[in-house]
């Protein structure tokens, strides 16, 4: 049985940082495309980053290029996501997402395993 855990997130002050981790079982992340996808309340699901298995190519969406890193940890079987020079505009849910298919990015859709969200809000 395959499961993503994310955990890291929190209440932080605009310009710090934060730092996530999406802890999988059931599968090897270095075999997977990784991303990270937010959802602000009353907004659609987008893109925040993507690395893929091979090579481990990254992408990131325009509003955190920049200041988001993403990264994995193969022998801790985990991913991250480093957010630093946080925004209020960052506040949302963040999800883990994982697929075999490999890409460094892919659409939402197309992501087979999700973790359950972590909340992460920026206050001013």
């Known amino acids: 049985q395959v499961q993503l855990v994310e955990s890291g997130g929190g209440l932080v002050q605009a310009g710090g940082s934060l730092r996530l981790s999406c802890a999988a079982s059931?599968?090897?992340?270095?075999?997977?495309?990784m991303a990270w996808f937010r959802q602000a309340p009353g907004k659609e699901r987008e893109v925040v980053a993507g690395?893929?298995?091979?090579?481990?190519?990254?992408h990131y969406g325009d509003s955190v290029k920049g200041r988001f890193t993403i990264s994995r940890d193969n022998a801790k079987n985990t991913a991250f996501l480093q957010m630093d020079s946080l925004k209020r505009e960052d506040t949302a849910v963040y999800y883990c997402?994982?697929?075999?298919?490999?890409?460094?990015?892919?659409?939402?859709?197309?992501?087979?395993?999700w973790g359950q969200g972590t909340q992460v809000t920026v206050s001013s």
């Open positions: 997402a994982a697929d075999l298919r490999g890409r460094e990015i892919q659409a939402s859709y197309e992501y087979e395993y």
């Open positions: 059931g599968l090897t992340v270095s075999m997977y495309g």
């Open positions: 690395i893929s298995w091979v090579g481990s190519s990254t």
